[in-house]
């Protein structure tokens, strides 16, 4: 069949089962956007295509389907950007196409040129530009194929047109194209892991994005019985195992659970699952150094690349992270094992987690006259159905999120991931809206964030999402405030915000906006806002003075200045006081 060029493209979507694209329309995608319709795909037009990608990264996240983000060539792609480095950090499988100039004007610097191969190559896993009409379809099979493998975003890069020339088309559905790539250990290493787990004394098991993405919830919980080991969570991804099980210790990193770390610290054996066990979830926290070193570590990852990476190992586990719990837990029982809900591991897990709680509860209570972040993200955590969704800015305030929200089932917690960039949450909401509109949405942003990406509030008015998103506004950029309080001596540069009135401005882009002051006015604006079919923004004010720890200490140092000019300079400062 003779087709033209954004016939094949669009046909290629289609028969991958797209439904959703989100981009910006122009020139260069004009053509292959008019048969879109016909081809029952939605296009999402966003107010900024770095949201294109957080978007299609949050669709991908909440639902598992692959979608796919777009923009105009040159400042298009140049936004685009930020958006792929985020999805490409959190392991996100998603198209990123980027038309181009035309093939007889490449190179000659026409308006919008600009390398577009060379910006994302640093943040796909796969890309490929089109040279005549008849590779489109190839392009787009490989680029499938490869965001599906590899788990990360595949570039296609079309010259405009391209679309619009004649080529022969064969159509081809997935399953003739792509494997699953869904694979298990080999026996001898599962063997291996299993001798380890079988003898140890203190067996520790960490979940990580594999689990939350193949939510096997179950299968680890039995494991964990089998075995008689705690389980818990990587940072970033609280909601890689059932935070309700008796044998859910709580989560590792920034802002985890101290509990956690010291139970972690005792284990001669862990089983890693889905985790590359990346140096942010393992690091000294609260001042504790609590990864076990010495413990046998058996590391379980679907790339093998990862395996060794970060921490040297004693089994690696090359395959899909469910399949890999079933082998183990197959070749336990059939050694005999039998399954040990009650133990006295489970019993101080339990101890131990009701005084870690009891200690967060007090920390976050204070004088009513001021609200905390502590106190406002322990109600919302509280208040927040078991089903909803939530995602969470780079930010200071918004590290608390690990601390408080406890998850059930996976595919529930979006984070900036190690590409920690801000204003990612409300993109990633949208989109995790619109593949489950049926779950509530929470992003939750500090001010700073928010006001990176306040503009997609006109996007999740047009798309009928009704995402709440709660700005924690403590009129500071606060995780800068708080690494020059630990390592300025207080002596504070560009960190205070002159915010506007974030929720009038809500209001004037066709939501619902409520400023809040109050423990009390956050209860009932946020109870109001999940019972809503529109979008909501609280604008909540909180305490600048309760800060969290410095996230990059490892990047800080302590120094003295050495030219006579600002060696002076710092003394007159260090003798300032500041409030």
């Avoid at 490929?128 to 965001?147: G, L, Q, T």
């Avoid at 919980?221 to 970033?236: K, R």
């Avoid at 509109?437 to 990406?453: C, F, H, L, N, Q």
């Amino acid at each position: 069949m003779r087709v033209r060029g954004s016939e094949a493209f669009v046909e290629s979507l289609r028969l991958e089962g797209v439904s959703t694209v989100f981009g910006i329309n122009g020139s260069a995608i004009v053509d292959p956007l008019d048969l879109f319709t016909a081809a029952g795909i939605d296009f999402i037009q966003v107010r900024n295509e770095q949201n294109a990608g957080g978007m299609a990264d949050g669709y991908t996240q909440a639902s598992g389907k692959i979608t796919v983000c777009i923009g105009q060539n040159g400042p298009g792609i140049t936004n685009l950007v930020s958006g792929v480095a985020m999805a490409y950090a959190n392991h996100t499988p998603m198209i990123v196409v980027t038309p181009s100039v035309t093939t007889m004007q490449s190179g000659s610097h026409i308006v919008q040129e600009v390398d577009q191969m060379a910006l994302l190559s640093g943040v796909t896993v796969f890309q490929h530009k089109v040279a005549r009409a008849d590779r489109i379809p190839w392009a787009m099979r490989a680029a499938f194929r490869s965001a599906l493998i590899k788990r990360g975003p595949a570039q296609v890069d079309i010259p405009r047109d391209l679309f619009y020339d004649e080529l022969d088309w064969d159509e081809q559905a997935p399953a003739s194209y792509r494997h699953s790539g869904l694979t298990q250990p080999a026996q001898s290493d599962i063997d291996a892991a299993v001798e380890l787990l079988a003898t140890a004394r203190r067996p520790l098991i960490v979940c990580g994005l594999g689990v939350a993405q193949t939510e096997a919830f179950p299968q680890v919980g039995q494991l964990a019985d089998l075995v008689d080991a705690g389980v818990t969570t990587i940072y970033n991804h609280n909601d890689a195992f059932d935070n309700s099980h008796p044998r859910y210790v709580g989560p590792l990193g920034y802002s985890g659970s101290k509990f956690a770390m010291e139970h972690s610290s005792h284990a001669d054996v862990v089983l890693a699952l889905g985790t590359r066990l990346n140096p942010t979830g393992t690091s000294p926290q609260y001042d504790v150094d609590f990864w076990p070193a010495d413990a046998r570590l058996i590391l379980n990852d679907a790339d093998p690349l990862n395996i060794g990476a970060n921490h040297p190992i004693d089994v690696g586990l090359v395959g899909d992270c469910a399949l890999t719990v079933d082998a183990l837990v197959s070749a336990l029982e059939s050694r005999g094992i039998a399954p040990d809900r009650e133990t006295a591991t489970v019993s101080a897990i339990a101890e131990g987690k009701n005084a870690w709680w009891r200690t967060l509860s007090d920390e976050a209570s204070g004088p009513a006259s001021v609200l905390s972040p502590k106190a406002a993200l322990l109600r919302l955590a509280e208040l927040t159905p078991n089903n909803a969704i939530v995602t969470a800015d780079a930010g200071n305030a918004t590290s608390f999120v690990t601390t408080y929200f406890e998850f059930t089932r996976g595919r529930s917690l979006m984070m900036p991931g190690t590409f920690g960039s801000m204003g990612g949450a409300f993109a990633n909401a949208i989109g995790a809206k619109v593949a489950a509109p049926e779950r509530p949405v929470i992003a939750i942003s500090g001010d700073g964030a928010w006001g990176t990406g306040l503009q997609e509030v006109l996007t999740a008015v047009a798309e009928d999402a009704p995402v709440i998103s709660v700005v924690l506004n403590n009129g500071s950029l606060a995780a800068e405030r708080a690494n020059q309080l630990g390592f300025l001596g207080g002596r504070f540069y560009a960190c205070d915000l002159d915010n506007p009135d974030f929720a009038a401005i809500a209001e004037l882009m066709g939501a619902t906006g409520i400023t809040v002051r109050t423990l009390e006015e956050l209860e009932i604006a946020y109870t109001n806002a999940l019972a809503s079919s529109k979008p909501v923004v609280l604008d909540v004010h909180v305490d600048v003075e309760v800060l969290a720890p410095p996230r990059r200490k490892d990047a800080l140092q302590s120094r003295e200045r050495l030219h006579p000019r600002y060696a002076r300079d710092a003394k007159a400062q260090s003798e300032t006081s500041y409030e």
